[in-house]
């Protein structure tokens, strides 16, 4: 079986249990998990059908890449199309995401006779958190990437290049070598290294301050994640006993990921101890969350999550300090969770 087959039987089961005869799909990340492909287009999934309703735009690119799905030309309007297919299978009760749909939409998918549409929450997304070999070697090669990213970056840092000639590089850099950058890269130089997702400006780097790089490289559809803080020059004693502090606490944190565990667990511990050293008030953000097709996903590692961890999760830990006007420092990590435990990814 292949792994889109293996997403769509889960899927499947998922709408048996919930006794929906369909689910409807248009969210891009879904849709290109259910079909393997990232052409434009939105799905209706039943029990033993599936169909893909592509406009004529699209509607070539369709057959050529999803030959195994029923492909149905949106000729006028998407209400019409989805009438017309669900005469073609018994049921009417169809499921959306409610996430992704707006007020007009669902008014306009309303007026359908055929259907009864019923509201469901993060119906794809959960299946979507584990994932399996498939992604995580294209997970991991992203993550190569962006490391090779970040020594590349490494080597352009010079007095008087600006946070935007070094993200431009970036960008360059993993559009060659990547299907492109996952996300617009964080460069920040000096006092705004204290932003935490700060944009890059003209401002230009000089000796001795710090550089933030967040970065990502998307391959094959899925992302990565890290943020490093760069010493340049000479800086603050105050910087070096920082990173070492967030080293040691990522360190401690990597050694409690395991399967069972909580992610609130985790994001309990890394406050814990930046509340013994002082700097709890300067940590402005999660502990980190899930990457895979979209570089913030499910679960999120933070004091409200109620998501347990599981054989297969990718996530980030990325503990930050951050002082207004000054500076900041945060360190970011990928992690695969397995069986024996988290496996930082290198």
């Known amino acids: 079986m292949s792994p889109t087959d293996s997403r769509l039987s889960r899927l499947q089961k998922k709408l048996k249990e919930k006794k929906l005869d369909a689910f409807l799909n248009w969210e891009p990340h879904n849709v290109e998990y259910l079909t393997g492909s990232r052409v434009e287009g939105k799905l209706l999934i039943t029990g033993k059908k599936k169909f893909f309703i592509a406009t004529p735009l699209f509607a070539e690119e369709a ?47 309303s007026r359908i006779r055929e259907v009864s549409l019923v509201p469901c929450a993060q119906l794809v997304e959960t299946l979507r958190v584990v994932k399996d070999d498939q992604e995580l070697s294209l997970i991991k090669e992203a993550h190569a990437l962006t490391e090779a990213a970040f020594d590349h970056a490494q080597v352009l840092l010079e007095s008087g290049i600006t946070e935007r000639e070094l993200s431009a590089e970036i960008i360059y850099f993993l559009r060659k070598s990547a299907d492109s950058e996952a996300f617009p890269p964080i460069v920040l130089f000096g006092e705004r290294t204290s932003l935490p997702h700060g944009r890059p400006t003209e401002r230009r780097l000089r000796e001795n301050e710090l550089v933030l790089l967040d970065l990502g490289a998307k391959v094959g559809g899925y992302c990565s994640d890290i943020t490093r803080t760069i010493f340049f020059g000479e800086v603050d004693q105050k910087w ?5 502090l967030i080293s040691r606490i990522q360190k401690e944190a990597v050694g409690k990921i395991t399967p069972g565990v909580s992610c609130s667990q985790i994001d309990r511990l890394v406050r814990k101890r930046l509340k013994e050293a002082g700097y709890l008030s300067a940590f402005l953000h999660n502990t980190g969350h899930g990457v895979g097709l979209e570089v913030h996903e499910q679960p999120v590692i933070g004091p409200k999550s109620k998501e347990i961890l599981k054989t297969g999760m990718v996530i980030t830990l990325e503990p930050g300090i951050y002082f207004p006007g000054e500076g900041g420092m945060r360190r970011e990590l990928m992690v695969a969770v397995t069986n024996k435990g988290g496996k930082i990814l290198r």
């Open 240 to 244: 070096h006993e920082i990173r070492d």
């Open 63 to 109: 057959k050529k890449t999803l030959a195994d799905w029923q492909i149905v030309i949106q000729r006028d309007s998407f209400p019409a199309a989805l009438s017309g297919v669900c005469r073609e299978f018994p049921g009417r009760t169809i499921g959306f995401e409610a996430s992704h749909l707006s007020y007009g939409e669902y008014c306009r998918l």
